[in-house]
């Protein structure tokens, strides 16, 4: 049995898709959890529940965690580090290994043009010194040779059939289709990749099924020349045939908006991410398996054909 904890949002429905190439077992647990395959079986559980989650993982030979706790330093600090330890518990029970999705906000913001699995781990933001907390606790288990784990990173993603979780969606693809200015946030100069997540998928099942990748860090695939923010919207505007029409949003602005919006207060700390190059390496994932990612201009496509063409 494959199990995914966090089956519902956007990695977790092309996750599921992926791992029929591997088996038939897969099962699929949230609050409220639908098949994606026919023979998905379903497990309805409050992954914050120690018992419910231990239920979960019983049986299990793979857990893949892709979890998206709502975008709150609050909520994070309450929900993440109890949560990934009752995750490493359960996994130690049922000697099941475990594959962490996972994001870049731990990485040092100085050195994010260029990333790599080396890249240190020194964050900056409140989000970001969690997520290298739960990062670090998965590690530690792994060379104490407890726990047979691998944590396969993501920059942002992007992809289609993704609601509310995308950022080029929420702020580009949404407003340009009703005609509306795109939204960016500091400048529009900087290149920033994304990661297709029918590739983060893919890879992400590869690599839970390929015995010789656990107990490492991995970079998901991820198209090479990211474009700047002014590329993307142009692109994105010239595929969807409307003037690519662009509002940019500095910290301050983000600062006061934040006093009305809830979303909107948690970004200033992670603003950092657009006022510098952001530029993702998944050289060791393309070489060890031969893979080849997805093209940005055919992502952006895919996108609009799917989402803004039916």
């Not at 979780?165 to 005609?179: H, N, R």
């Not at 970079?219 to 993307?232: D, F, Q, S, V």
């Not at 969807?240 to 600062?255: E, N, S, T, W």
């Amino acid at each position: 049995m494959q199990t995914i904890l966090g089956s519902g949002g956007a990695i977790g429905v092309e996750l599921a898709k992926a791992l029929k190439e591997y088996t038939n077992e897969i099962r699929l647990v949230s609050r409220k959890p639908k098949k994606v395959n026919p023979d998905d079986e379903l497990f309805p559980a409050d992954l914050l529940n120690k018992e419910e989650l231990r239920e979960a993982v019983s049986g299990s030979s793979i857990v893949y965690v892709t979890v998206g706790f709502p975008y709150s330093v609050k909520v994070w600090k309450e929900n993440w580090p109890t949560f990934i330890s009752n995750v490493i518990s359960a996994c130690k029970e049922y000697k099941a290994k475990l594959v962490f999705f996972d994001n870049i906000y731990m990485y040092d913001p100085d050195y994010l043009d260029g990333m790599t699995e080396e890249t240190p781990n020194r964050p900056t933001s409140k989000k970001g010194m969690i997520r290298k907390e739960v990062a670090d606790k998965i590690m530690k288990e792994v060379e104490s040779r407890s726990l047979s784990a691998l944590i396969a990173r993501s920059a942002d993603f992007y992809g289609p059939d993704i609601q509310n979780t995308s950022m080029l969606t929420e702020m580009v693809f949404k407003p340009l289709s009703e005609g509306k200015k795109a939204n960016w946030l500091s400048s529009i100069k900087y290149k920033h990749s994304f990661t297709y997540t029918p590739d983060a998928a893919k890879a992400t099942a590869l690599l839970g099924n390929t015995d010789t990748a656990y107990n490492q860090i991995w970079h998901l695939p991820t198209a090479k020349n990211p474009l700047t923010g002014k590329e993307l919207i142009e692109a994105i505007a010239k595929e969807m045939g409307v003037k690519a029409k662009i509002q940019l949003a500095p910290k301050f602005l983000v600062r006061i908006m934040g006093l009305f919006i809830p979303i909107m207060k948690e970004l200033p700390e992670m603003m950092y991410q657009y006022d510098r190059n952001y530029v993702f390496n998944s050289d060791k994932f393309e070489k060890a398996f031969n893979f080849k990612p997805t093209p940005y201009l055919e992502g952006l496509k895919a996108i609009i054909i799917t989402d803004y063409q039916k």
